[in-house]
């Protein structure tokens, strides 16, 4: 429904494949390899990650809190994804998604290896906020509703105005992607900002992450 309300308002709707070239540019990530261990370290780049959330579980064990017993317990598989340079494998996993019915997910984040701990995060490329639950009401004597929360949130950014994105409370997005009852908000960043092992402040990168992750959630509030 958002999707065609955009559509109707006209902005423009782009392929997947355009949109994550976008966020990472053609060299920006990491060459398919065989051997990784292997390259150089003028050569290395890193990779994105896409998770792929299952309908299987299997059975770990896991110490309980209370009892201090190790207890059995279904955990959820997920699969992990690398995405290189080529972002083949994006196709790959849309094509898993379409098939199975399988939630995939991928941050704006490029990381050292498949594993998305905060240890392996090297690189942000886009601030991406959630804006859920967007408010609607109901159009009498139709079927449709009127996407009011929709009207709200591009008129705050000054989609309104004349001449578009001028004059509103914060800067329109690069991009929207819709997402079940709301949507994704989507800032491209000119330079990418260095993560490299969490926002823990103390030396470096992590200070400059640990800042990073200040401002975005107070934009988020804020949006």
Not at 128 to 150: A, C, S, Y
Request: with cysteine; charged share 25%.
């Amino acid at each position: 429904v958002l999707s065609k309300y955009m559509h109707n308002a006209g902005y423009e709707a782009i392929p997947y494949k355009e949109f994550y070239r976008q966020m990472f540019p053609a060299g920006e990530l990491a060459e398919w390899s065989a051997r990784p261990k292997e390259l150089k370290d003028s050569e290395w780049r890193y990779n994105g990650v896409v998770l792929e959330f299952t309908d299987k579980k299997r059975t770990v064990m896991k110490r309980d809190k209370l009892t201090g017993q190790s207890i059995a317990v279904q955990k959820q598989i997920v699969k992990r994804h690398m995405i290189c340079d080529d972002l083949q494998a994006i196709d790959r996993v849309v094509e898993i998604a379409q098939k199975t019915g399988h939630f995939c997910c991928m941050s704006p984040i490029s990381y050292c290896g498949r594993n998305r701990a905060v240890r392996n995060e090297r690189f942000l490329y886009v601030l991406t906020i959630e804006v859920d639950h967007l408010l609607t009401e109901k159009i009498p004597g139709k079927r449709d509703k009127k996407q009011i929360g929709m009207e709200a949130l591009l008129h705050q950014w000054g989609a309104n105005n004349e001449p578009k994105f001028t004059g509103g409370l914060y800067l329109a997005p690069t991009a929207i992607t819709c997402s079940g009852n709301g949507v994704h908000l989507h800032w491209f960043l000119k330079d990418p900002v260095p993560l490299f092992g969490g926002g823990h402040v103390g030396n470096g990168n992590s200070e400059r992450a640990f800042q990073w992750d200040v401002f975005r959630e107070g934009f988020t509030d804020y949006i």
